[in-house]
Protein backbone atom coordinates (compact mmCIF):
# COMPACT_ATOMS: atom_id res chain seq x y z
CA UNK A 1 0.00 0.00 0.00
CA UNK A 2 3.05 1.90 0.41
CA UNK A 3 4.50 1.60 -2.46
CA UNK A 4 0.58 2.77 -3.82
CA UNK A 5 0.93 6.14 -2.35
CA UNK A 6 4.44 6.61 -3.06
CA UNK A 7 3.11 5.48 -7.02
CA UNK A 8 0.48 7.84 -6.76
CA UNK A 9 2.34 11.05 -5.21
CA UNK A 10 5.40 11.10 -7.92
CA UNK A 11 2.09 10.57 -10.82
CA UNK A 12 0.38 13.39 -9.45
CA UNK A 13 3.54 15.80 -8.74
CA UNK A 14 4.85 14.77 -12.26
CA UNK A 15 1.34 15.56 -13.96
CA UNK A 16 1.12 19.05 -11.88
CA UNK A 17 4.36 20.03 -13.18
CA UNK A 18 3.15 19.34 -16.72
CA UNK A 19 0.16 21.62 -16.09
CA UNK A 20 2.68 24.30 -14.78
CA UNK A 21 4.74 24.04 -17.45
CA UNK A 22 1.64 24.04 -20.12
CA UNK A 23 0.43 26.75 -18.32
CA UNK A 24 3.96 28.88 -18.51
CA UNK A 25 3.36 28.03 -22.57
CA UNK A 26 -0.07 29.01 -22.99
CA UNK A 27 0.80 32.61 -21.21
CA UNK A 28 3.76 32.90 -23.58
CA UNK A 29 1.73 32.23 -26.89
CA UNK A 30 -1.34 35.07 -25.83
CA UNK A 31 1.42 37.13 -24.84
CA UNK A 32 3.29 36.68 -28.06
CA UNK A 33 -0.33 36.74 -30.09
CA UNK A 34 -1.28 40.33 -28.55
CA UNK A 35 2.43 41.96 -29.16
CA UNK A 36 1.67 40.53 -32.93
CA UNK A 37 -1.94 42.01 -33.11
CA UNK A 38 -0.62 45.76 -31.30
CA UNK A 39 1.65 45.48 -34.12
CA UNK A 40 -0.60 44.77 -36.41
CA UNK A 41 -3.04 46.89 -35.68
CA UNK A 42 -0.95 49.89 -35.63
CA UNK A 43 0.03 49.02 -38.55
CA UNK A 44 -3.46 49.20 -40.28
CA UNK A 45 -4.38 52.30 -38.85
CA UNK A 46 -1.05 53.80 -39.86
CA UNK A 47 -2.34 52.33 -43.72
CA UNK A 48 -5.93 54.13 -42.66
CA UNK A 49 -4.52 57.17 -41.76
CA UNK A 50 -2.46 57.59 -45.35
CA UNK A 51 -4.60 56.82 -47.10
CA UNK A 52 -7.18 59.62 -45.68
CA UNK A 53 -4.67 62.03 -45.78
CA UNK A 54 -4.54 61.00 -49.66
CA UNK A 55 -8.26 60.76 -50.48
CA UNK A 56 -8.20 64.31 -48.80
CA UNK A 57 -5.36 65.67 -51.26
CA UNK A 58 -6.50 64.15 -54.54
CA UNK A 59 -10.04 65.49 -54.03
CA UNK A 60 -8.97 68.56 -53.40
CA UNK A 61 -9.99 69.54 -50.02
CA UNK A 62 -6.60 71.19 -49.18
CA UNK A 63 -7.54 74.30 -51.33
CA UNK A 64 -10.74 74.47 -49.04
CA UNK A 65 -9.68 77.91 -46.51
CA UNK A 66 -11.47 75.85 -43.55
CA UNK A 67 -11.65 72.20 -44.25
CA UNK A 68 -10.29 68.91 -42.16
CA UNK A 69 -10.74 65.29 -41.81
CA UNK A 70 -10.46 62.75 -39.32
CA UNK A 71 -10.29 58.84 -40.03
CA UNK A 72 -10.84 55.88 -38.19
CA UNK A 73 -9.93 52.29 -39.09
CA UNK A 74 -12.76 50.42 -38.09
CA UNK A 75 -11.69 46.83 -36.57
CA UNK A 76 -14.92 45.18 -36.87
CA UNK A 77 -16.05 46.21 -39.97
CA UNK A 78 -12.13 46.26 -41.40
CA UNK A 79 -13.00 49.46 -42.94
CA UNK A 80 -11.24 53.15 -43.06
CA UNK A 81 -13.69 55.45 -42.43
CA UNK A 82 -12.86 59.45 -42.87
CA UNK A 83 -15.02 62.43 -42.45
CA UNK A 84 -14.55 65.50 -44.10
CA UNK A 85 -15.82 68.81 -42.36
CA UNK A 86 -16.05 71.54 -44.43
CA UNK A 87 -17.66 75.58 -43.96
CA UNK A 88 -17.62 77.94 -46.70
CA UNK A 89 -19.01 81.41 -47.80
CA UNK A 90 -22.28 81.55 -49.53
CA UNK A 91 -22.01 82.67 -53.02
CA UNK A 92 -23.24 85.52 -53.38
CA UNK A 93 -21.65 86.45 -50.32
CA UNK A 94 -24.35 87.63 -48.04
CA UNK A 95 -22.89 86.78 -44.57
CA UNK A 96 -24.43 82.96 -44.43
CA UNK A 97 -21.86 80.22 -44.79
CA UNK A 98 -22.25 76.44 -45.65
CA UNK A 99 -21.33 73.76 -43.48
CA UNK A 100 -21.02 70.17 -45.45
CA UNK A 101 -19.77 66.62 -44.08
CA UNK A 102 -19.21 63.56 -45.48
CA UNK A 103 -18.67 59.94 -44.23
CA UNK A 104 -16.66 57.51 -46.52
CA UNK A 105 -14.13 54.92 -46.88
CA UNK A 106 -11.16 55.96 -47.76
CA UNK A 107 -10.10 53.27 -49.66
CA UNK A 108 -13.41 51.73 -51.37
CA UNK A 109 -14.66 55.88 -51.67
CA UNK A 110 -18.19 54.57 -50.70
CA UNK A 111 -20.53 57.33 -48.88
CA UNK A 112 -21.60 56.33 -45.96
CA UNK A 113 -23.40 59.95 -44.88
CA UNK A 114 -23.86 63.16 -46.06
CA UNK A 115 -24.83 67.14 -44.30
CA UNK A 116 -25.06 69.78 -45.50
CA UNK A 117 -26.55 72.65 -43.61
CA UNK A 118 -26.75 76.65 -44.71
CA UNK A 119 -26.81 79.55 -42.13
CA UNK A 120 -30.26 81.92 -42.14
CA UNK A 121 -29.12 85.55 -41.03
CA UNK A 122 -32.79 85.59 -39.47
CA UNK A 123 -32.60 82.53 -37.64
CA UNK A 124 -30.74 81.25 -34.95
CA UNK A 125 -28.05 77.90 -35.97
CA UNK A 126 -30.89 75.91 -34.49
CA UNK A 127 -33.88 77.03 -35.52
CA UNK A 128 -31.99 76.33 -39.10
CA UNK A 129 -33.01 72.31 -40.46
CA UNK A 130 -30.24 70.85 -42.92
CA UNK A 131 -30.48 71.15 -46.63
CA UNK A 132 -29.23 67.22 -47.03
CA UNK A 133 -28.85 65.13 -43.85
CA UNK A 134 -28.69 61.17 -44.43
CA UNK A 135 -26.62 57.90 -44.07
CA UNK A 136 -26.35 54.60 -44.14
CA UNK A 137 -26.99 52.65 -41.15
CA UNK A 138 -24.95 49.37 -40.49
CA UNK A 139 -28.15 47.24 -41.50
CA UNK A 140 -27.39 49.13 -44.86
CA UNK A 141 -30.35 51.26 -44.93
CA UNK A 142 -30.80 54.49 -45.85
CA UNK A 143 -31.95 56.85 -43.35
CA UNK A 144 -33.13 60.62 -43.61
CA UNK A 145 -31.70 62.64 -40.66
CA UNK A 146 -33.17 65.57 -39.73
CA UNK A 147 -30.46 67.92 -37.35
CA UNK A 148 -26.64 67.72 -37.00
CA UNK A 149 -26.86 65.31 -33.58
CA UNK A 150 -28.88 62.63 -35.74
CA UNK A 151 -26.13 63.24 -38.52
CA UNK A 152 -23.38 62.17 -35.75
CA UNK A 153 -25.10 59.29 -34.19
CA UNK A 154 -25.15 57.82 -37.91
CA UNK A 155 -21.04 58.55 -37.95
CA UNK A 156 -20.46 57.34 -34.66
CA UNK A 157 -21.69 54.00 -35.80
CA UNK A 158 -18.72 54.07 -38.21
CA UNK A 159 -15.90 56.42 -36.50
CA UNK A 160 -15.91 54.18 -33.11
Known sequence: MIVSVAILSYLLHSHNAVLVDQQRQIHELNTKIEEKAKTVGLEVQEKCSKQAGEQYAENGWKKEPIASFTNHYNEKMNKCFMLIESTTPAKP????????????????????????????????????????????????????????????????????
Request: glycine fraction near 8%; proline fraction near 1%; charged fraction near 30%.
Open 93 to 160: SDGTFFNSKLLFDAFEGKSYGEYDWRSDKAKKYWEVAPINCKGTLLSGEEKTCHSLDEFNEIVKLYMQ
